[in-house]
């Protein structure tokens, strides 16, 4: 149990010269142009909560627990999203600067991933099955063994996914963005 809780709170400008964040659980929680970037973030729970113009870059969240979080216009570049708690875990991301981050080994299944930058975005060996990526920048992210099966990709783009390296089934495509399935074949298509 935690020592400290905070229920339906509203937290602007969170910075860590200032104020740090203090170890708890955050149930219903909104949290506005607050930086934690570099941050110490482990151990926390953040259930329901909603990120809107965060900073998370280069945070650790070893053992964080985020259930069923939004973020919203959040920069988290090289955040090692496989070291959080994977018990329940939910997320959604719309308008997010993600590159460099890491899905490692990583159960998430319907994740939402809307208009982000997901350059060089590690997902090897992830399950994020049933999951959209809707208008997302995929350049250079790692697809190894991942399962993807039943995920929307029809308006991402500069994917690049071996289909025999991952699983794919049910997965949707536009006739558009159909080339990032073929790269590895290195077949010219005109």
Sequence with gaps: MFEHHFYNEHFKKIDPTVSKIQKGEYDSCTFENCNFENMHISNIQFIECEFIDCNFSNSIVKDTS???VNFTNCK?????????NPFLLQLSFTDCQLSFS???QLKTPNTIFKKCNLEEVDFTEAIIHNSIFENCDLKNAIFEETNLEKSDFRTSYNFTIHPEKNRLKNAKFSKENLLGLLTNYKIIVE
């Excluded at 988290?76 to 959080?84: D, L, N, Q, T």
Aim: include cysteine; aromatic fraction near 26%.
């Design 76 to 84: 988290m570049i090289g955040v090692k999203f496989h070291e959080c």
């Design 66 to 68: 985020f259930k069923d």
């Design 102 to 104: 890491s899905f490692y």
